[in-house]
């Protein structure tokens, strides 16, 4: 018969290792775990940010151009489509109408509203944990005059 040597007192002290080194594997996944699931939550927020001032922009110019349409000359349909937007980017509460620019092209045909956007002081575009898009954001609008 050969003699075992006693299993309580060994299994105890390795149980006792295990459950120190568990603990320190939970740091050790979490300093890995940790950045990478910051830098997924600060791109989204990023580029929500960015696809929301996006989109505001290209509705300002999409309703500037649709209210060009009510201004009888060029000059007339320029104005009607500068103050929309103007309007637009004021009460949608994202955008500041002051770092925007303006360009109506009327040829008597189509009337092109175009709406560049500086978004350069916008701090959730300067998080430097992933690579934004640009900062100046130009969208444009377009609405044919036939019938007028």
């Known amino acids: 018969m050969t003699c075992m040597p006693p299993l309580p007192r060994r299994c105890a002290s390795h149980l006792k290792t295990f459950a120190q080194h ?3 594997a939970v740091i050790v996944e ?3 775990a940790l950045p990478v699931l910051l830098t997924l939550i600060m791109g989204i927020i990023s580029y929500g940010d960015w696809f929301l001032t996006a989109h505001s922009i290209q509705q ?3 309703d500037a151009a649709r209210s060009a349409i009510s201004g009888l000359t060029a000059t007339e349909r320029q104005a009607t489509a500068i103050a929309t937007a103007q309007t637009d980017m004021r009460r949608g509460g994202v955008l500041d109408p002051t770092r925007a620019t303006f360009s109506v092209n009327d ?5 092109v509203v175009a709406v560049r956007y500086n978004a350069s002081s ?3 575009l300067h998080l430097s944990f992933v690579p934004m898009p640009a900062t100046v954001i130009q969208r444009t609008a377009v609405i ?3 019938g007028l």
Do not use: E, Q
């Open 30 to 32: 979490m300093a890995i």
């Open 144 to 146: 044919r005059l036939d």
């Open 22 to 24: 568990g603990r320190g």
């Open 122 to 124: 916008d701090p959730l």
């Open 107 to 111: 040829d008597n045909t189509t009337v």
């Open 60 to 62: 300002a110019a999409n």
